[in-house]
Each structure stands twice: as C-alpha cells, then as structure tokens.
Nanobody
Framework: VQLQASGGGLVQPGGSLRLSCAAS????????MGWYRQAPGKQRELVAT???????TYSDSVKGRFAISRDNAKNTVYLQMNGLKPEDTAVYYC???????????????WGQGTQLTVSS
C-alpha cells in the first residue's frame, strides 16, 4: 500500500491550505486515518485523526482551526487548515491503518510527507 500526500506549500500567517493523502494498492479496508507533523528539531506529533465512522480528534494546538475529513470511496484523507500560524510550520505526514486482501491484520502505512511553511 502506498500513500501519496500533497498540498503543502508556503502560506502567510492567517492563511488556509488543504492537504490531501490518497492510498493505493491492495487495500481491503482502512480503519483510522490521520495526520502527523514534525517540525525541525522536534518529535513527530499527532495533529488529527478520523475513525472509520468519521469521528474526528484533534490536538489542542489545532483544535478549532483544522478540520480532518475522509472519502472512503477514494481512500483519501484531507486536512483543511485555517488560521495558520508560523508554529504550524512542519513536514506533515499522513498515516492510515490498513488491511490488505489476504491478510487478517491491520498495519500502519505512512505517506512521504509534505512541507508546510507559514511565513510572511
């Protein structure tokens, strides 16, 4: 299974951007989808997740500004980011908990990361 993230870029403070992450391959089912980020010199942290029944969770730092959604028909997760701040600057990674055909197990699949820079 491959995850392809896209949508990063350079945005001014207060701006908006939407990230996308599409999964492809021998996919039977996808459980939780999520976004993580890693700023320079910091550990990777959870940003948001969305369950298989569309229940979202957010870190306190993005709550009220970011919105996660998913399209199961497209095996895609989105992250709408509004009110961006310089401290949101990071590489954003998507993760999906997937099960492939022929397997009884779910495992974590990661995307390659997309850079978001918030700066004036």
């Amino acid at each position: 299974v491959q995850l392809q993230a896209s949508g990063g870029g350079l945005v001014q403070p207060g701006g908006s951007l939407r990230l996308s992450c599409a999964a492809s391959g021998n996919i039977f089912s996808i459980n939780i989808m999520g976004w993580y980020r890693q700023a320079p010199g910091k550990q990777r942290e959870l940003v948001a997740t969305i369950s298989g029944i569309f229940v979202p969770t957010y870190s306190d730092s993005v709550k009220g500004r970011f919105a996660i959604s998913r399209d199961n028909a497209k095996n895609t997760v989105y992250l709408q980011m509004n009110g961006l701040k310089p401290e949101d600057t990071a590489v954003y990674y998507c993760k999906m908990v997937v099960r492939t055909y022929g397997s009884n197990w779910f495992y974590d699949a990661w995307g390659q990361g997309t850079q978001l820079t918030v700066s004036s």
